[in-house]
């Protein structure tokens, strides 16, 4: 079974500050990590993925991520935020080689930065 | 290019009814994924299909059923609504084998309210 954990259910940050989302999971097997972007009363945007060779991607948005296989993570990061990256952020996994290539996601964390 | 497009964007149902959800992507994508979100739950998988005339079950299958006979169309039914079932509920496709990228593209939702 695979698993993603956001142990954040919000991260608060002022804008212009360096912001942070946290993300660990569990697979048997080689995982493929991704980050998607939610607002209000629209679909999943994906931002970015981790599939095979450098550990920091880089994504839409100014956002990149980091892949830390010792620590099972893939926390989200960003230089410098923006009162417009407020949304909801999910963490989702697969298994590299797996028939379904559905994903499963966090529980999601709400990002809000104030002006 | 729409993209992957859900009809209706709202539904509110009595307790009992019946409906569909339909699902249509125009990436001649393979892979169609029905999942349903709830808050603090992330998204969980109802039904997915990995070719026309082809689905099967995914975490919370029950009280749903799903048919794939056009490659293009992916339909999600409910033949007895039930409060339970109130939801945002989310379609989503991905390439078939042989270009395997990743990432699942999602439409914007569908909110249904069972009374």
């Known amino acids: 079974a695979q698993s993603v954990a956001q142990p954040e259910d919000q991260v608060n940050v002022a804008e212009g500050n360096p912001l942070t989302v946290k993300c660990t999971y569990s697979v048997s097997g080689n995982p493929y990590l991704f980050w998607y972007v939610q607002y209000p009363n629209r679909g999943l945007q994906f931002l970015l993925k981790y599939i095979t060779g450098d550990n920091l991607v880089k994504g839409s948005y100014g956002f990149e991520a980091e892949f830390n296989k010792s620590q099972t993570s893939f926390h989200l990061k960003k230089p410098s935020a923006l009162v417009s990256d407020s949304a909801l952020y999910f963490c989702a996994v697969r298994v590299g080689d797996t028939g379904r290539r559905a994903l499963t996601f966090g529980s999601g964390t709400r990002l809000q930065v104030q002006p | 290019n729409a993209g992957v497009t859900q009809t209706p964007k709202f539904r509110v149902l009595k307790t009992g009814q019946s409906m569909t959800l339909l699902c249509a992507q125009d990436m001649n994508h393979e892979y169609m994924y029905w999942y349903r979100q709830d808050p603090g739950m992330g998204l969980r998988l109802i039904h997915y299909s990995v070719g026309e005339g082809t689905t099967a079950k995914g975490e919370v299958p029950d009280g749903y059923n799903v048919s794939r006979l056009k490659k293009q169309n992916f339909l999600l039914g409910l033949e007895s609504a039930a409060p339970s079932q109130t939801s945002v509920y989310f379609c989503?496709?991905?390439?078939?084998?042989?270009?395997?990228?990743?990432?699942?593209?999602f439409g914007e939702g569908s909110r249904l309210t069972v009374l």
């Open positions: 989503a496709s991905t390439h078939g084998p042989g270009r395997d990228t990743g990432e699942l593209f």
